[in-house]
């Protein structure tokens, strides 16, 4: 995914794309059809599909926040209407038992999607920065407010629920089981990120970083910032429209919690989580927010305080998101020295994790013994049951935490020294050592 | 008589009470260097930014080709074949120096807003971009992020974007700003050689550079233009050195 310009040796034969580009697409095909393979169950594939469609919403969203550099407070409706309108023709086409088969929905929620974005893009773009994130505040809560009051469309307050099955067989298939499902949402995921990729490849997505950094230089190089910014909102508003219609395949139902700010606030801390700077950031985002979310939420009560310090830490300190700690590493990877950081690593991140887990267990004792019911003292934490009222857990959770803290610090300056050295061409593992 | 590149008449131009361009008559002929002196605060990057669209005059014409500019967007003058620099840098210093020259040509080359063409795929994008880069002497610097060139460096990536589009009439708002001897005659020469066969109207305070450079001498004192001419004729001019070359070419001394 780096950019193509190579070496004018091989500019004069005409540029086809590349192995190291065509590479990972391959790679993430092979994968998604293997991966129901080695997690069959139907909880497994049920987290999966949850996952594709929020990378497709996210991918849709970092065309605004990441390449085109828009804050947008309302994505979360161009998904929530596309998926609305998917259930409407769900209905329809049960109602009328029309010829359409299942696997083309997505594209009319895209289509639907993209109809609205080029209504509220047509004013919401003329201006970036605050001006287009109020508007796109604005236009939020008045589509959210919306469903309770156009209720033939939103369904009011009990959603819009539909029915997957009664579409025309596709090749044998009715969509009855979730594995059916999982290939049908990995068909459209593959493909939306694969268009959304080749978008920002385009002239239009190439100005859209352009207009991001300075548009008043984009200004004067023949491009209105404001039509460039149009059409990137218009495609993130269609490929919102298509995770819209995945989930309506996939829930078979559209609640107006669907076009919530909560979910706006959520898909921005997905593809912040990721990291805006790199094409592929917001798939990290999305498949480690379902990981936390649906494996955190059973384990924990008070799961949400983690994801918001998670949030708070990345854009305090790894404001390039998981994205951007990951491509930090590739000087050092290219000239061979990842493994001179192992060691470092693992003498930091190692008491790191411990405190944090002590932190953690702090937490959640508190939570424990001011929320659970009168009585009840026993808690498990970390596969260890314990009485949340004796002193002993609350000693271990603090030593670990203070001790784990400590250790982390100790270890810092260490890999700072390191990572600097691993970074530096033509310097030695250790000091004054011979290399 | 041909059109002149670039005609001002009566052009003013206030911010609040305070009248900032007092009433320019200017004509520029084409393939003409024609640089702007005088003091400062005298009004010349205000002039500049009359004729480029970024604000709007509140009374006279700018004619660009014989055509009105009035009402016009940056990009819509642009598009008739004007393009500026600017006195502070405006890069996109996130993206690589290739880059940004690639996405100067953009428009030129007809890609408007298409969004089903491959950028990379078109190799006379490649081949135009790398040209400019070789024009400007930074081919070496290609895959850099722009933020990280040298000043003098980044003054010569905006010249390469300024010109990149193939705009015939192109302005520059004191290239030289800021830079050393060297750097100073380097990017004199790089303007010397990308404006050949082009109309160059730019705003200099170093002497040197305007005397070495331009055909025609404007000198703007406090909103008017005070004379206009060779150069040699304006260094004569009796008013000009009253009330500014006097000072600023003994400054140079």
């Not at chain 1, 002590?358 to 596969?383: K, N, P, Q, Y």
């Not at chain 2, 708002?173 to 109309?199: C, F, W």
Request: aromatic share 10%.
């Amino acid at each position: 995914m780096t950019d193509t310009y190579q070496k004018t040796a091989t500019v004069t034969k005409a540029p086809v794309f590349s192995m190291a580009q065509v590479a990972p697409w391959v790679i993430a095909v092979i994968f998604l059809m293997v991966l129901p393979i080695a997690f069959g169950s139907n909880s497994a594939i049920t987290i999966m599909n949850q996952m594709m469609i929020t990378i497709v919403f996210a991918l849709s969203y970092n065309m605004l926040l990441g390449q085109g550099g828009m804050l947008s407070f309302g994505h979360a409706v161009y998904m929530g209407v596309g998926g609305f309108f998917c259930m409407h023709l769900m209905n329809i086409v049960e109602a009328n038992e029309l010829p359409i088969p299942l696997p083309v929905l997505p594209i009319f929620g895209g289509l639907f999607g993209l109809g609205l974005a080029t209504i509220v893009g047509s004013f919401s773009t003329r201006k970036a920065g605050t001006v287009f994130a109020m508007i796109s505040l604005g236009i939020g809560e008045l589509i959210a407010a919306c469903s309770v009051i156009i209720v033939a469309f939103f369904g009011g307050e009990e959603g819009m629920p539909g029915d997957r099955t009664y579409f025309l067989p596709f090749f044998g298939t009715e969509f009855l089981r979730q594995i059916e499902v999982y290939y049908l949402i990995a068909f459209w995921t593959v493909l939306s990120a694969l268009l959304m990729y080749l978008f920002s490849r385009t002239p239009v997505g190439r100005m859209a970083n352009a207009v991001r950094d300075n548009p008043e230089r984009a200004e004067f190089l023949g491009y209105s910032a404001r039509w460039v910014r149009f059409f990137s909102f218009c495609g993130a508003g269609f490929f919102a429209g298509i995770a819209g219609g995945l989930f309506a395949i996939n829930y078979e139902i559209l609640t107006e919690t669907n076009l919530s700010t909560t979910q706006s606030g959520i898909i921005l801390l997905i593809t912040f989580l990721g990291g805006v700077g790199f094409f592929f950031g917001p798939i990290l985002g999305a498949i480690a927010f379902t990981l936390l979310q649906s494996v955190l939420s059973l384990q924990s009560e008070i799961w949400q305080l983690y994801l918001g310090a998670l949030f708070l830490a990345t854009v305090m300190f790894f404001p390039g998101g998981l994205a951007g700690v990951l491509m930090m590493h590739v000087p050092a990877a290219r000239m061979g020295r990842l493994g001179w950081l192992v060691g470092p690593y693992l003498r930091t991140i190692l008491p790191a994790l411990i405190g944090i887990a002590g932190l953690a267990a702090l937490m959640e004792l508190l939570f424990h013994v001011r929320h659970s019911a009168t009585g009840d003292t026993d808690m498990t934490l970390f596969w260890v049951t314990f009485d949340s009222h004796s002193i002993l857990p609350w000693i271990v959770a603090i030593v670990a935490t203070v001790g784990g803290i400590w250790l982390a610090r100790q270890g810092a300056p260490k890999l700072r020294e390191t990572w600097h050295r691993a970074n530096t061409p033509g310097a030695a593992k250790t000091t004054g050592g011979a290399a | 008589m041909t059109v002149p590149a670039l005609q001002l008449e009566g052009l003013r131009k206030s911010f609040g009470k305070t009248e900032i361009i007092r009433g320019v008559d200017l004509s520029i002929g084409r393939s003409e260097r024609h640089a702007i002196i005088g003091p400062n605060g005298a009004g010349k990057s205000t002039l500049f930014n009359l004729i480029t669209g970024r604000f709007p005059q509140t009374s006279g014409k700018v004619r660009l080709h014989g055509h009105d500019l009035a009402g016009m967007a940056p990009f819509e003058i642009n598009r008739r074949g004007l393009s500026r620099s600017f006195q502070i840098t405006n890069i996109f210093s996130n993206m690589t120096v290739f880059e940004n020259v690639r996405c100067s040509l953009l428009w030129s080359q007809g890609y408007k807003y298409s969004f089903w063409n491959m950028v990379s795929r078109s190799r006379e994008l490649t081949e135009g971009a790398m040209e400019i880069l070789e024009q400007i002497n930074l081919t070496s610097r290609a895959q850099l992020p722009a933020g990280v060139l040298s000043y003098a460096e980044q003054r010569a990536l905006e010249i390469g974007i300024t010109i990149a589009g193939g705009a015939d009439v192109i302005m520059l708002d004191e290239p030289t700003a800021g830079m050393s001897h060297s750097e100073t005659d380097y990017i004199v020469e790089l303007i010397r050689k990308v404006t050949e066969n082009k109309t160059l109207i730019m705003v200099e305070h170093d002497m040197g550079v305007v005397f070495g450079l331009a055909d025609y001498i404007s000198v703007l004192v406090y909103g008017e233009i005070i004379a206009t001419g060779r150069p040699e004729e304006v260094r004569a001019n009796p008013k000009v050195q009253e009330a500014y070359l006097g000072a600023a070419l003994e400054a140079e001394h």
